[in-house]
């Protein structure tokens, strides 16, 4: 059997009526940027994250960006990030001109609260939060915190649609909550796409006019602002999914629950879920000391895996001129070294979960 570690084609081909249906709609429509669809879509995803506001942009990136932007956080500002999310969330920070302070992961891989006030300076102005791999973070004492020294909170959903903490969305605690709808997220468009949701009238305004060249009626711009549309094929598509949300939910956690039940807990150290969130499952994570082995090993049982991620933003190239060595942040630079998600993808064959968890209990 040949399993790759993701399968997109699948969820197409789940519900391609719906999205052919839509994409031909849309073409045929003569308005592909900024339109109807793109204003449902907002309508709607607002309404399942239960925010007054979303606002469609051209990737999760440009929310993060634009996020820190809108808040106004550039130069001497700091915002505290955990050390092991995806680079692209530091990013968010640093192309603002912001600085990283990085946060050790608790042992559900997302920012643990406990280290965060000893990071607190008269520079911090906010907190990102990602909900990394699907499972929402400990919102209730991340919010007392941000609450008590007076932080903003913005949100890295990129992995979190529909996750919840004590019965609410990821994206709805926060100033603002970034979204990626990049095809291989859980809700997943087919192409690049995002959006920020919020409860604020006013950063959803400012969003509003920033993502089309500051301006809210045409060639007359308000601010500097930059080109982040979202598109009409892109939303038309992403209404459809976003119908289907639930039933794709189950589906993932059908398969995580297999292998939550089935693979060797003694070898492998399997996820854990908090007792107070919920995990949408966007990865499904296990570490191993052998880590690279086991990579190599699936491999030739035709089995494919992926690392996320294999080296943390602080020993990454781009970010040496914050001034990181090896050794800087032991619980992050660990997970870097021993994590690997399993195949996980809507459409998801029984008989290629069993050939999985199979050869991973034979390694
Ligand atoms: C995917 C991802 C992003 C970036 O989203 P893009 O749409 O690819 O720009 C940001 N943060 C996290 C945690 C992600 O997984």
């Known amino acids: 059997m040949n399993i790759m570690a993701n399968t997109l084609d699948r969820g197409y081909f789940m519900y ?45 990136l440009d929310a993060l960006w634009i996020a820190f932007r809108i808040l106004g956080f550039g130069p001497g500002d700091e915002v505290l990030v955990q050390g092991n999310t995806y680079i692209a969330s530091v990013m968010g920070i640093t192309i603002n001109g912001a600085t990283p302070v990085f946060v050790e992961p608790d042992a559900y891989y997302n920012l643990d609260a406990s280290k965060l006030e000893e990071k607190i300076t008269d520079k911090t102005k906010a907190i990102l939060v990602v909900h990394l791999y699907g499972q929402a973070s400990n919102m209730g004492e991340i919010m007392r915190i941000a609450g008590k020294y007076h932080l903003r909170v913005v949100e890295d959903c990129a992995q979190s649609h529909g996750a919840k903490f004590h019965g609410r969305m990821t ?71 976003l119908r289907h949300m639930d039933e794709l939910e189950q589906q993932k956690r059908g398969i995580c629950e ?25 990865q499904f994570v296990i570490r191993s000391d052998r880590r690279d082995e086991l990579v190599e090993y699936l491999k030739e049982k035709g089995i494919g895996s992926i690392i996320h991620y294999p080296i943390p933003p602080h020993l990454s190239e781009a970010y040496r001129y914050l001034g990181f060595q090896k050794g800087s942040f032991p619980i992050t630079e660990k997970y870097a070294d021993s994590v690997l998600s399993l195949p996980l993808y809507y459409g998801m064959k029984e008989e290629e979960q069993s050939y999985v968890i199979e050869w991973m209990n034979r390694f």
């Open 16 to 60: 391609q009526k719906e999205f052919e249906d839509k994409a031909l709609e849309v073409l045929r429509s003569g308005w592909y940027v900024l339109g109807r669809e793109v204003s449902s879509f907002e309508a709607e995803f607002a309404d399942y994250i239960g925010c007054r506001h979303c606002v469609g942009l051209a990737s999760g």
């Open 171 to 241: 994206g709805s605690f926060g100033d603002i909550g970034c979204f990626s709808f990049y095809p291989s997220k859980n809700l997943g468009a087919f192409g690049d796409a995002g959006a920020i949701v919020t409860n604020d009238d006013r950063i959803a305004e400012e969003v509003r006019i920033f993502r089309n060249y500051g301006s809210e009626k045409r060639y007359y711009n308000k601010v500097v602002g930059t080109n982040s549309r979202l598109d009409e094929l892109q939303a038309g598509l992403l209404r459809v999914r």
């Open 258 to 282: 297999r292998y939550l039940g089935e693979l060797d807990g003694e070898k492998f150290e399997l996820p854990k879920v908090r007792e107070d969130a919920t995990h949408i499952w966007h």
